[in-house]
């Protein structure tokens, strides 16, 4: 798969022209066809290939073009909005230039949305000048050689060259303070299959000096080969430091589609929200969610933040319905249950 920029010809072509030729006054069908492609983004040295300085001049003075970057426009009136900007990304700093963070994260699909100048990492040696549209970075991991080239028809109609995913989540983590956001961008893209925990531990191999590196590591590991990472967490923060029974795993419950965990003796399914949402699943999970409320099973509905942050809080609640339909066992208390309490005797 090419990784040229956006432009039609490869960067480091000839941008001269013979001035005795006649230049055309318009573009030709086959440029217009050319720039459709790349979201109308062309480069001044392809244009010159058939029209001249005047006639250029003319289109961005009368408002029918407009300048994206020096040497950069695009071939309609319309605002340089996100998308524009972000396939203009190699004809403005060449073919090394690699969209990262938060942009990556929104072209994977891990993000709603990508707001601000967009994040270009660039070679390490090559000149980084601040733009109100990109904020280039010194690429001092190679993450260049690792880069995907993504198309989306919808969303900026055009190929992006960003970077890995792995390198995506690695360095949105390396700029995050909070633990749970951390843990929460991590299973959105082991849920949607992005990646996988293994090729996030190599990844992680080759950044000593990482943020979270070490919660990173453990929760990695309990990652591999689980189905939901979040149920695992489930698994150890709730159940097994509150000494609750074990809940079933992606239980079959007759009648209905697979719940994440449940009580199958007690009637209680816990239904975890990985990811906050799933595209295009919330509707489907309320209608299941209402069926089983109707077939005498009580349903309690936990996110990252619940489980990660609140384990404790989250046992004694499913620990109370648990007694209300007949468990006998006793809650236990983890080490910062214990901590809680002492506090309170003070």
Sequence with gaps: MSTHGVVGVPFGGRTDHNPGMEHAKEPSTALLEEARATNLV????????????????????????????DGVYR????????SVAAVAVGARFGPS???????AAYVHGLAERSAGPI????????KREADLRWRPLRDSLDRARRAVVVEDADRWRGRLRVTSVEDTVLDIVDRTERRNKVTAMIVTALNHGLT??????????????LRHRRHLREFL??????????????????EVAHSLPPATRQATITGHARADLAYLEWGVVIEL??????????GRDRRRS???????????????SDVVDSPCRVAREVARILRQRGWQGELGMCRACRVRIAQQSR
Excluded: C, F, M
């Excluded at 994040?119 to 090559?126: G, I, Y």
């Excluded at 591999?224 to 489930?234: C, D, F, N, T």
């Excluded at 929200?273 to 919330?282: I, V």
């Excluded at 209402?290 to 990252?304: A, K, M």
């Design 42 to 69: 062309v480069t001044r040295r392809r244009l010159l290939r058939e029209l001249s300085d005047e006639v250029i001049r003319r289109h961005l003075s009368n408002g029918q073009w407009v300048r994206v970057a």
């Design 75 to 82: 071939l309609g009136p319309e605002a340089v909005t996100w």
């Design 97 to 103: 230039a690699v969209i990262g963070l938060d942009a």
């Design 119 to 126: 994040p270009v990492w660039l070679p390490a040696n090559q």
């Design 196 to 209: 996988r925990p293994e090729y996030l531990l190599d990844g992680l191999g080759q950044r000593p000096g």
């Design 221 to 238: 590991r309990d990652a591999a080969g689980i189905e939901s990472v979040l149920e695992e967490r489930y698994r150890k923060l709730v």
């Design 273 to 282: 929200d990985g990811t906050e949402s799933h595209r295009g699943s919330a």
């Design 290 to 304: 209402n069926q089983l409320v109707l077939d005498d099973y009580v349903v309690l509905r936990y996110g990252w």
